[in-house]
């Protein structure tokens, strides 16, 4: 009897990570392979990394020895920005068989199908100026259908100060539109939902091909596509919607009107030293046209806190930024130096100064959250069911458009599906409450 190989995967990271695990497990299971926890005995194992903050490459390195540990005679492998970016303390890990960087992502399957026939491959990693190609991963089988990434563009070209993301996965490269546009159709046939598009630095999408309208463009062939429900975007810079983008979503249902536009800082002077395109004044500007076209916006952000150099008068700045723009949620990121970028060379912050500040923006971002969300209390809005959160009592979880997340209490047939409900209160920050209408 042929013995069924099993192989399992372990995502770390951001979004663009979670859609080519999803699309190398796909390669695997066309070619037989069965796909097990990570937990459970596997002849492979596959850490797809994450090396953004010196956190996430130490938990990479964890993983990846646990599993060699427990399962000694299975190949372990690390794939991905941290292989990429530090090549060879990835490759000193005792415990990995084999490594590999952020492109040929497709021949995973093939290099650990030769180790495991007992020969030796070439672990030769390109340089990553050298990743010119777009790697056209595609997903195929699903294991969520409420909402689902799509990768567009993988690489950036920006060097933000603090970011060691350009080393790990390159320049700027676009998918092409009929790719997207081909698998948006099949995902939405199959009945996904929501699908949010992705990318290492998706305003970015196009400008390798020298086309700034590429976005635009992109977004709208996905109008055509009949089955097609909810679309969102991923995290892009303010500097790169243009007015084709303002335009779609203000115009299209499908479009979510909600934006996460990371702004870093409030303070022009830090911005400066991170290395980010724009001025607080640029910010502001970019926000003010998207609120007049597109009223009910939800304009999420991120904030570092504690960046080399920041000040008293700095972060007030901040704080006084993030209220003034009255966003509808800030992830708030307290710093922490990326050994390999320009930032962990500058003088650091003591690190309770950084706690203080992180603690001071949350409850100023709580305090913004419940404000967005009384703008909504008593109206009506379109929930996507993505969770049974109780069996027992019924309830229910989703988000609307504008990524406000609601409790409801409903039938369990209700997930995934679509549903009109009247928005009644505030629960906390992070949940209101709301009622199934007819
Ligand atoms: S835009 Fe800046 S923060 Fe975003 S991936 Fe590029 S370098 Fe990193």
Redo the contacts with the bound molecule.
């Keep these: 009897m042929k013995m069924i190989k099993k192989a399992a995967f372990y995502t770390l990271g951001c979004k663009v990570n979670q859609y080519e695990t999803e699309a190398v497990i796909d390669i695997f299971l066309e070619n037989g392979y069965q796909i097990v926890d990570f937990s459970e005995k596997a002849d492979v194992y596959i850490v797809n990394s994450c090396t953004v903050t010196n956190e996430a490459a130490r938990k990479t390195r964890q993983i990846a020895r646990r599993a060699k540990r427990k399962y000694s005679n299975s190949l372990v492998a690390i794939v991905g920005c941290y292989t990429q970016a530090f090549p060879d303390e990835v490759r000193n890990i005792e415990e990995i068989d084999f490594v590999m960087g952020s492109n040929n992502k497709a021949e995973i399957l093939a290099k650990a199908e030769e180790m495991l026939a007992g020969k030796n491959i070439n672990s030769e990693l390109k340089e990553y100026q050298q990743l010119k190609e777009y790697e056209d991963l595609k997903l195929k089988s699903l294991s969520n259908t409420t909402r689902a990434n799509v990768k567009i563009e993988d690489g950036?070209?920006?060097?933000?100060s603090?970011?060691?993301?350009?080393y790990a996965?390159g320049p700027v490269r676009s998918r092409k539109k009929e790719s997207i546009t081909e698998e948006v159709k099949r995902l939405s046939k199959q009945g996904v939902k929501e699908i949010v598009l992705t990318g290492?630095?998706l305003g970015a999408y196009g400008s390798d091909k020298g086309n700034k309208k590429a976005l635009a463009q992109l977004m709208e062939s996905l109008t055509e596509i009949k089955s097609l429900k909810r679309v969102r975007l991923s995290?892009i810079?303010g500097t790169e919607i243009d007015q084709g983008i303002i335009n779609l979503i203000s115009e299209s249902d499908i479009f979510c009107p909600h934006l996460h536009l990371?702004l870093?800082s409030g303070s022009n002077q830090i911005l400066k030293a991170m290395?980010?395109p724009y001025t607080v004044e640029e910010f502001k500007k970019t926000v003010a046209k998207l609120r007049k076209k597109i009223p009910d916006l939800a304009i999420t952000t991120d904030v570092i806190v504690g960046f080399p150099g920041e000040t008293e008068k700095t972060f007030a700045e901040t704080l006084k930024v993030v209220k003034e723009i009255s966003f509808a949620k800030v992830h708030v990121f307290p710093y922490s130096a990326r050994e390999g970028t320009p930032a962990a060379k500058m003088e650091q912050l003591n690190g309770n100064i950084v706690k203080e500040y992180s603690k001071k923006l949350r409850l100023a971002n709580e305090a913004l959250m419940l404000n967005y969300q009384k703008e909504f209390i008593g109206k009506t809005k379109k929930v996507l069911i993505e969770e049974v959160r109780d069996h027992k009592t019924n309830l229910l979880t989703g988000y609307t458009d504008n990524y406000l997340k609601v409790l409801i209490s409903g039938s369990d047939a209700l997930k995934n599906s679509l549903v009109k409900v009247k928005l009644e209160e505030s629960i906390d920050p992070y949940h209101l409450s709301g009622k199934i209408i007819n």
């Design positions: 950036c070209n920006q060097f933000c603090y970011c060691i993301i350009p996965r290492t630095h995290s810079e990371p870093q290395n980010r």
